[in-house]
């Protein structure tokens, strides 16, 4: 079976009669009748009644003819974008995100991509880090930007920066009293809150990794879904709870960052091993400059910047696929 038959077969369907449908196709009759007559012999069912005038489907034809004719018009389909991509027309980029990034340089990159390129459709997609490996594999995605590190091979990975973690505290805590940095043992024997809970692995497990590794054992470990239920509880007096030192949220917790430049959280850029398409050194050259403005969500004093170098940031960005407009000024 092929698509060619497929393609046959859906022309008899539609016209009823193998006259007509071999002129629609600009082929004789007698091989388009053999080629559905093969069909039907490798499917072992009978598909068209051909003692009828018009032509009638049986119930298996019936069932065969909307499959093929769902299958014709995905490859149609497949075809059209295959050809927009090969030709740098691609008018859709979906970007995966976990909502941390948000409190930090996300939505200034993503305003930043559509002053420079505002025929370009920007869809933003919430995903967890493990979540947006799966969806760059299916093409659900065209880049993610998450905080766990992951090991599939087909997935590229970028590490934009290395951000602190710091403690969140009841304002009634007794280490709330001073602002300074704060030993990573002191959540020794403390509850503590953690997020996500589920899916995992996400950042609960980075930050339990941290615990393991630094040998340091909470008396209780408190599992909720999202940072504003952690930090909620926290403002209640429930826990401590550590976070990016970007995701400082509420005026009503304390915040004492960690005393450890090991104790950090990556910020990371994911896309398709091999991806060469304009996107992947836009954004990179995007973030450069981004972080060559130090915009205050920025604390230089809180991040480490291995993946992106400040030199790259006086570069233009990368130059728009043929057809869309020039970048404007920016």
Not at 101 to 113: E, F, I, N, Q, S
Not at 263 to 286: F, G, V
Request: hydrophobic share 40%; charged share 20%; with cysteine.
């Amino acid at each position: 079976m092929d698509i060619r038959q497929l393609k046959y077969f859906v022309a008899v369907a539609d016209a009823r009669n193998f006259t007509r449908a071999s002129e629609v196709l600009h082929i004789a009759q007698p091989p388009l009748s053999r080629q559905i007559q093969l069909l039907e012999e490798e499917l072992g069912v009978q598909l068209i009644l051909r003692n009828s005038r018009p032509l009638r489907l049986t119930e298996a034809g019936r069932t065969f003819y909307e499959q093929a004719l769902q299958i014709i018009n995905r490859l149609d389909q497949l075809k059209t974008a295959t050809r927009q991509i090969g030709l740098n027309q691609q008018r859709t980029l979906s970007i995966g995100f976990v909502a941390s990034t948000l409190y930090g340089g996300l939505p200034m990159l993503v305003r930043k991509l559509r002053q420079h390129y505002p025929d370009v459709d920007i869809q933003l997609v919430e995903l967890t880090s493990q979540q947006q490996f799966a969806a760059l594999t299916s093409g659900r995605i065209d880049v993610g930007f998450g905080r766990v590190r992951g090991n599939d091979a087909t997935v590229a990975r970028t590490i934009l920066r290395e951000e602190r973690l710091v403690l969140a505290l009841p304002p009634n805590s007794p280490l709330a009293g001073e602002s300074s940095r704060i030993p990573f043992n002191v959540i020794q024997g403390q509850k503590l809150i953690v997020y996500p809970k589920e899916p995992r692995p996400s950042f609960a497990d980075h930050v339990l990794s941290l615990l393991n590794d630094h040998a340091v054992r909470p008396a209780e470990i408190h599992e909720v879904r999202e940072i504003q239920t952690a930090l909620g509880l926290v403002a209640a007096a429930s826990g401590m709870c550590v976070i990016p030192a970007s995701a400082r949220l509420r005026s009503d917790v304390h915040y004492r960052l960690i005393d450890d430049p090991r104790i950090t959280s990556p910020i990371i850029m994911s896309h398709r091993l091999n991806d060469n398409a304009w996107y992947i050194p836009a954004l990179k050259e995007m973030v450069a400059a981004m972080y060559a403005e130090n915009p205050p969500w920025l604390n230089v004093e809180h991040s480490v910047f291995p993946g992106i170098g400040a030199e790259s940031a006086a570069e233009p960005p990368a130059k728009p696929p043929r057809g869309r407009k020039k970048p404007g000024p920016a």
